[in-house]
Structures are given as C-alpha cells and as structure tokens.
C-alpha cells in the first residue's frame, strides 16, 4: 500500500509548563515514519498539548523534538513539516471551500489557475468535488471536516495531526468518517497523529495507541496488545471492558473470602476480559474447575448483542461477565442465582498499580 | 409560557417609547418644510425648501456651511484615528501585559468622565502654554477621549468572539504573521472595524461636551448650532436639524448594510 | 527584523492609546486640579497653593443649592430610565421570539444614539412651547383653556429631555445583560413553581444586575456633567453644577471653576464607587 514512508517522530523528554501548571512532563515518544498513532487520554491529560507542541503552536518548555531526524524546535508552524485539522476545522468563513483549500498555494505565491486546479484536485480526493463554490457557512458538520481535511493535505505534510476530528460529529458520521482517515492515511502512506478521548476510536483507527494520563504516557502499543494487556490500573481502566483482580498476601482476590494462586510474577493487581469471565449456574458446573469462584448475580443490564452480568461477591469492587445474548437467555439465570466463574488462568494479565 | 396579556402591555409601553424617542425628530423634520410664512410651531403654512434656501444662500446668522465642512473632516479625522489605535490597541490587550488592568481603566474613566471636565482641563494647559485652541488638534485630541474607549470596547467585543484557532490554521499553511493579519485575521474582523468606524464618526459629528472649550474661532456644526438655539428664530434651525440627521442616517445605514453583508457571508451557522 | 518579547508587542500595540489618554485625558485632569489651588484676580490667575477656591465652594450656599438640584436630577433621570430601559429590555428580550425583529427593534432604540444630542434637544421646544403640539393639542380637545406654561422652560423639560437623551445608555447594558440569560434557566425555574414575578425578582432582576449598575453609572455621570441641555431647557432659570461651572469659566473664574470641578468629580466617584459596591462592571465591559 504505501510505497515511500516518511514522517518519524521522535519526541525526547519533552515537558511543557503552563505558568505553574505541569501540562506535560518528560514525555519520550517515537511515532514510526507512515504509521497512524492515537494519543487517548481524557480531558486534561497533556495529549492536546503534545499534539500543538509538534505543530508548533506551542513551545516545548524542556525536551527536543524531531521529524525525520531533525530537530523540529524552535521552527515556527509554516515551516515544519506537519499540517493540523483543528477540533472546530477552523476553516476561513470568509473564503469559498477553493480558496479554503488554495489557500496555502496563495500564500506560496502561486498563481491562481495551478492552485485552484490543484485545490480542485484535493477536492475530488475528499469526494468534495462540487461544493468549490460554497463557504463554509453552508456546509454540514461531515463536509466540513472534509474540506479541512483536504486543506491540511494539500500542503503535502510528512505528518498529519488530528486534534479530536470527530468530536463535532453524530454517533454514525463518526463510524463513518474513522474509516475514511484511516484509508486515506494508508493511501498517502504518511504519519497521522489522532488526538481522542474515545478508546474504541483509537482501537479502530490506529497502528498505535498511546494512552496518555496527568502530563504522561501511561502506555504505547499496537491497539490489540494495549486493550488486551493494559500495563496499568489507569490504562484497564481507561480502556474499559476490563474485571480488575487485586493480589493480597501472595493471592488473588476474588471477592468474599474467595482466593486462588497467582500465575508466576508480582504484579500487584491482575486484569480480566470482561468477555473471556465465563459464568455457568453452579448447580451444573462442576466442583474440579480450578480456580473455583462462586458468586451469586446482582444485576443485570442488556446492552445489544450481549447481556452485563454483574456478580455479587461480597466486596466493593464486583466482577462482571459479559454473555453472548442467546447464551444468557439459554441459560435461564436470573438476578440472584449462584454462578459459578470460569476462565483461562493465562487470560489474566500482571498490571501495576 | 407567556401570557399574552403582559406581551400586548409591553409591547404598548415600547411603541409610546418609540413615539417619544422619534415623535419630536419627525416634528422638526416636518416644521423643516414650513411654507415661506410659516412659524417655529404648527400649524404648518404649507410645504416648501424656503428655509432650506436661506441656509443655502447664508441667509442666517452664523457660520453653517464652513462648521458643517469642519464636522465632516473632522468626524473623517476622529473615525481614522479611532479605527487604527483602538484596532492595535485591541490587539495588544489579546495578550496579558503588565499595565493591562491600569490601561483598561484609564479607559473606563476616560468614558464616563464628565466631557466638559476635559474640555476645562485641556482649554488650561492650552491658556498655560499659550497654544491657541484649533479644531484639528485640541478639539480632536479631546473628542478621541471620547471615541477611543468605544472603540476599544467594541474590538473587546469583536476579539472575545474571534475564534484564534483560524490564525493558527493559517500560519500551519504557511502564511507569515503579516499574511496572517491581511488574508484571516483582517477581513475577519472587518464587520466590527467598521462598527468602530460609525461610533468615531457619528460621536464625533455630534461632539460638544470635550470640543466646547478648545474648538478655537471656527466652530464644528452642534457647536454652532448650540451657539444658534438663542439667536436663529426661524425654521431654518429645524432645516439643518433635519440635514445633520440624514447624514447621521446615512452613516448609519452604509454601516449597518456593510456590516449585515459581511456578516451573512461569514458567519457560521451552526452544524 | 527586530524582534520583539510579546508584552513588548503588546506595549507597542497600545502605545498610541497611552500616548493620547495621557495628554488629553490625565494631563487636563492633573491640571484641573493644579489650578484649584490657584490664586485669582480680576487681571489673571496666578500659581500658589491656597484652599480659599474650596472653602469659598463648600460654605456658599448657592452651592449647597446646586448639589441639590444636580442630585434631584440625577435620582429623578436615574429612576425613569430605569424603568424605561428594564422594561424596554424586558420586552425585547423576552416578549420578542425572533431573533431578526428582537435586534431590528432594538437598533430601532439605539439609532438615536448616533444622531445629534442638540437636534435632540431642540426638537422639544416647538412641542413643549406656549404656542407648542401638546397645548394646541390639548387646548382643541378641550381638556384645557389656558396654556401650560410647565411645559417648556422649566425643571421638567429638562429632565425630560434628560430621558429622551439618554434613556439609551440604560437600555444597550440591561439589554445586553437580559440576552446573555439562558432561557431554560427561566424554564426550569418555572418547573419549580416560580410565578411570573417571582422568576422576575429571583432570576431576571439578579443576572441583570451587572448591567442595571453600568446604565447606572452611565446615567449619573451624563446628567451630573451636562452643562448646555439644563441651560438651553431650562431657559436659563436653573441651574447644576455643571452649568455653574460653566458660567465661572465665562467669566474667567479658572481657579473657582478648577475648584468646583474637583468637588464634583469627586461627588461622583463616591456615587460611582457606590454602584461598584453592588455589581462587577469590568466583567460586563469585558464579556
């Protein structure tokens, strides 16, 4: 698919100060040339900042900066190699959909035939083809963020950053639109820096996940590996669809006094797939299953395709199973009926605290 | 939600403000027309431009024609002035400053500062240092006291609801800071410049308080007029009442269709 | 190209505001009150550090007369366009549903704004006049024989020409405050069983605050510094402290006027701080 990557970055302690506010701290990050990385984290954790440092709409207050191998810092937003679609696409409301796009030409002093037809292109690539003519003011939220798109891409970046494209869309635009982003960025073969709070955007979109929480990065990896072996309490949390098991003197804790032998290692806490705890009714199951965990249902909620079993076992914190929905009703458990758990001891992950 | 009853009682109450608020306006516009023998006071002796000529011939005391051109040069003067300082100066407040908050209220005080006070001051250094008072120099420098916290007031206004980020996208594409100023930033702003630019010249226009003191020998038009309520007797008040009217209209309506027209091309409407 | 730190930019941005504020703003202010201290004669004023400017002000009781019909104005101006401009804004903002007519009318009430004050002005006298519209008016309908003489000249066509000047300066800020008012706070205020009035004295009169206290001020200090309107309407028989101050600068009385111009100012601050007591006016200039 892409033929020439390029587009490294390589982010080297970099920290950023605002007044007294430590908004980023001594964050170290290589985003690989031509790849699609999401910085995930919620509001406030430092992952808007990153993304306007690299733009150069901020300074870094400490740390170095590079793009293809050199050092990006201290150069002003025209003239590194990056372009930016803003959360609210920022486009000129003054200027047609055309200009929008040419504008970067105009400012290169290209004459305006070879700029239009060039902006006229990038249109086209959008599927935005006939809307030239219109301003902003008379475009949807999704055309919007099209034509923003076609004006970051027409300056030919090494690297695109996002800043929450999606944010201002409805739930099925949003679906929609993610998809897009992602084959464009495979088409172009350049690097994308997506900037989101929502996990199940940055699993769907990217080669890499970098979970940002209070200024650092929690976690970076492929997007499989950081939804099915988050590193941390913080990163399982964040992720979502995660049971939390605590480890005290030397065993897992399941809850009511329930205990089981930890796998090798030690981690202070253990994660579980939410889809890979299995429950089955404990008048059927049978005593040898190993760890045995007993726990009555406390609530349940259908979401779908699937039912949320919460367990009852006689702790704050409770487990929860998630059942493919003909399976729960098959089963004929109902709230209050004793389960009994069943999963892979190699499910679970060491995470620290 | 809304009784009807209280709706008609308001809405009452705003039309008998709107009569007082234009009632006497639309009567001297009409006693401006009074027939040749006609009177200050209905009833009207038919319609005529007789005192229409009288000005225009120089048939009254006082000097109209000359304070009218002052006026209008001077109001031309003061908007200049206005829109470039309180533009810059509104840009400068877009950053925090030390002086920022001591600025901002020398400002305020420069608004609600009697008007006379300054005209009293400033006619004083002026008597100190033997400078004669001049239209174009005391009388401006006062009047901008005058439209310059408007102005700025105004870019507050205009700048608060300035999305920057539109500047940052354009330096992203590669516009220089002065490129970013002439192609976004500036026709962006624009509807309030010119918003700036009707309050310096209409204020201006109408001035007495600040100008009555350092005006100098040659009047602006209200000063003369003001000058002319004792000795003119005669409908021809009204006829420059209803001149100087239609060209504040005028400056008011070229403003508002420039701004509306801007406006409708650039605003966003929501998504 | 020189570079410059960005406070540096930002002073050199609002430099030709500083520069002309200063001269004709703080510099005639700073010399008013030199001069107040100054000695006086019929040949000139001379420098000198003296209080008889200020003691001849405070124990003449033409000033004391003054002060009270300044204030008289000032309370009896201050309450109308209170009333004008809350139930005009009320109107606008809460009667009017489209947006389009709300502004419409509303540039309707600040059009004048832009228009002579003298024009204004003047426009009353062939309605207020003995021969004036209203006794002719009157006088037709029967409702009268002779005509009022009250009408024109007199303390009530001042403050009424007072109102119709400046009215507008009442309405922009409480409007402005009652637009920013969203309306489901009126609803859910509603949904918890305020009537009409209530959602009037508890949701509308204290978000309106701000912009009832900016009229105010606005309000006080035009009518407590016009020295041509009280003149011109009163046909010369009243007076304020303005005017008076006027006439001693006619008659070339600097230091008394210097004086007189000091005590004022200084009237008015107190009633202005007064005002700030009960509202944040620098967050209504700034929003």
């Not at chain 2, 330096?171 to 970013?180: E, F, I, K, V």
């Not at chain 3, 941005?13 to 004669?41: E, H, R």
């Amino acid at each position: 698919m892409s033929e020439i990557s390029s587009g490294k970055i390589e982010i080297i302690q970099v920290d950023k100060f605002y007044d007294d506010v430590h908004a980023v701290r001594g964050v170290s990050l290589t985003i690989p040339a031509g790849s699609y990385c999401c910085l995930l984290g919620p509001s406030g954790c430092g992952k808007s900042s990153l993304l306007r440092m690299i733009a150069g709409h901020e300074n870094a207050s400490a740390g170095d900066m590079h793009i293809d191998g050199r050092s990006i810092l201290g150069l002003p937003a025209r003239q590194r190699p990056t372009a930016m679609m803003f959360q609210s696409y920022a486009l000129f409301p003054h200027l047609t959909c055309l200009d929008n796009v040419a504008f970067s030409q105009k400012m290169q002093g290209v004459d305006k035939v070879t700029r239009h037809a060039k902006a006229k292109d990038m249109l086209d690539m959008v599927q935005m083809g006939d809307f030239g003519q219109r301003l902003p003011a008379q475009l949807s939220g999704g055309q919007r963020q099209r034509i923003a798109l076609a004006r970051a891409l027409i300056t030919e970046p090494k690297v695109l950053l996002l800043d929450e494209p999606l944010s201002a869309l409805d739930e099925n635009l949003r679906v929609l639109m993610r998809n897009e982003l992602r084959q464009m960025q495979q088409k172009l073969g350049i690097t994308f820096v997506h900037v989101t709070h929502t996990n199940t955007e940055a699993i769907a979109t990217s080669d890499m996940v970098v979970v940002m929480g209070d200024g650092v990065i929690d976690q970076a990896g492929p997007p499989r590996e950081v939804f099915n072996h988050p590193a941390s309490l913080y990163t399982a949390r964040f992720m979502g669809g995660h049971n939390i098991v605590p480890v005290r003197d030397g065993r897992l804790q399941f809850g009511g006094g329930q205990t089981a032998e930890p796998p090798k290692g030690d981690a202070g806490y253990y994660s579980l797939r939410q889809d890979l705890t299995l429950i089955e009714p404990l008048a059927q199951s049978s005593h040898s299953a190993e760890p045995s965990i007993e726990a009555s249902i406390a609530r349940v909620e259908y979401e779908g395709a699937s039912f949320k079993v919460t367990l009852d076992r006689g702790d704050p914190a409770p487990l929860i199973a998630r059942v493919f929905d003909r399976d729960f009703e098959t089963s004929g458990l109902t709230v209050g009926a004793p389960v009994r758990l069943r999963f892979e001891m190699a499910d679970l992950c060491p995470m620290r605290s | 939600m809304k009784q009807p009853l209280v709706t008609y009682i308001l809405g009452a109450f705003f039309g008998l403000y709107v009569l007082f608020l234009y009632g006497p306006m639309f009567v001297i516009f009409l006693l401006s027309f009074q027939g040749p023998t006609g009177g200050m006071t209905f009833p009207l002796q038919g319609l005529s431009l007789h005192w229409f000529k009288e000005l225009w011939a120089q048939n009254v005391s006082g000097d109209v024609a000359g304070s009218f051109q002052r006026s209008i040069a001077l109001g031309l003067l003061v908007m200049v002035i206005t829109v470039g300082v309180s533009v810059a100066a509104g840009f400068g407040f877009r950053r925090a400053f030390p002086g920022a908050r001591v600025l901002f209220y020398v400002a305020v005080i420069s608004l609600i500062m009697p008007g006379f006070l300054i005209s009293f001051g400033l006619g004083l250094i002026l008597q100190l240092l033997g400078i004669d008072a001049q239209w174009f120099t005391s009388a401006l420098g006062a009047q901008l006291t005058w439209t310059l916290p408007f102005g700025l007031l105004i870019m507050f206004a205009v700048l608060a609801r300035f999305d920057r980020s539109v500047e940052e996208a354009a330096q992203d594409l590669g516009a220089s800071r002065s490129q970013t100023l002439r192609h976004v930033t500036l026709p962006l702003l624009a509807p309030g410049i010119v918003g700036v630019a009707l309050f310096g010249f209409t204020l201006s226009y109408d001035e007495i308080p600040r100008t009555t003191l350092v005006v100098g020998n040659s009047n602006t038009l209200p000063m003369e007029v003001l000058a002319m309520t004792n000795t003119l007797t005669t409908p021809s008040l009204y006829a420059i009442g209803t001149i100087t009217t239609l060209v504040s209209l005028a400056c008011i309506l070229f403003a508002l269709v420039s701004i509306i027209r801007m406006q409708r091309r650039t605003k966003l409407k929501k998504a | 190209m020189a570079s410059f730190s960005p406070r540096g930019i930002s002073w050199l941005q609002t430099a030709p505001l500083v520069v002309i504020l200063l001269v004709f703003l703080i510099a005639p202010l700073a010399v008013i009150v030199m001069v107040s201290f100054w000695d006086y004669s019929v040949g000139g004023m001379y420098p000198d550090f003296i209080w008889l400017n200020y003691e001849d002000l405070l124990t003449s009781p033409t000033t004391i007369a003054l002060y009270q019909r300044t204030l008289k104005f000032a309370f009896l101006v201050w309450m109308i366009t209170l009333i004008i401009g809350f139930t005009v804004s009320y109107f606008l903002t809460f009667c009017i549903r489209s947006t389009v007519w709300r502004m419409a009318l509303f540039l309707v009430c600040t059009v004048p704004f832009w228009t002579s004050n003298v024009i204004r002005m003047i426009a009353w006298i062939p309605f207020l006049g003995r021969n004036g519209a209203i006794n002719q008016g009157l006088m037709a309908g029967g409702v009268i024989d002779e005509p009022l003489d009250f009408l024109l000249f007199s303390e009530f066509s001042v403050v009424l020409t007072y109102v119709h000047l400046y009215t507008l300066f009442m309405i922009v800020p409480i409007f402005n405050a009652m637009s920013k008012i969203d309306f489901d706070i009126i609803e859910a205020a509603q949904d918890a069983g305020a009537t009409g009035f209530q959602v009037l004295r508890n949701i509308i009169l204290p978000l309106t605050l701000n912009g009832i206290g900016l009229g105010s001020i606005f309000i006080v200090t035009l009518v407590m510094g016009d020295f041509f309107i009280v003149r011109v309407m009163s046909g010369s028989q009243s007076g304020t402290v303005a005017s008076g101050m006027a006439y001693e600068i006619g008659g070339l009385q600097y230091p008394a006027a210097a004086a007189n111009a000091v005590v004022l100012v200084a009237v008015v601050v107190v009633i202005v701080s007064i005002i700030l007591r009960f509202v944040d006016v620098r967050k209504v200039l700034t929003e």
